[in-house]
């Protein structure tokens, strides 16, 4: 098992900046893909960036691409997600998810092993 625990969510005004936090613990995540997905209300939750736990390399959503950066620390196990230049239709829940098949696995067909509880972020207008 793995359990993930986010942090960082808030309330800020367009253009403004957040980091999210969240950190692994259970096992270790060699060879895992780590990502953030999101769920604005009333739609479906969506994959907004994710990460090859091994090498670090990212994929983003093309609507946040150039705006937001996912790293992780592999001493500490925490992945992190930047937002930069926030916009209102980036409010959402965000949440942290983990697929020990890779990043093949939790970008292209979505599956998530393991799901954080949730860190609200509010982006007003």
């Known amino acids: 098992q793995v359990q993930l625990v986010e942090s960082g969510g808030g309330l800020v005004e367009a253009g403004q900046s957040l980091r999210l936090s969240c950190t692994a613990s259970g096992r270790s995540l060699t060879n895992y893909a780590m990502g953030w997905f999101r769920q604005a209300p009333g739609k479906d939750r969506e994959p907004v960036a994710g990460?090859?736990?091994?090498?670090?390399?990212?994929t983003y959503a093309d609507s946040v691409n150039g705006r937001f950066t996912i790293s992780r620390n592999n001493v500490n196990n925490t992945v992190y997600m930047q937002m930069n230049r926030l916009k209102p239709e980036d409010t959402g829940v965000y949440y942290c998810?983990?697929?020990?098949?890779?990043?093949?696995?939790?970008?292209?067909?979505?599956?998530?092993?393991?799901w954080g509880q949730g860190t609200q972020v509010t982006v007003s207008s």
């Open positions: 990460i090859v736990w091994n090498t670090g390399v990212p």
């Open positions: 998810a983990a697929n020990a098949d890779g990043l093949g696995s939790l970008w292209l067909s979505r599956e998530v092993h393991y």
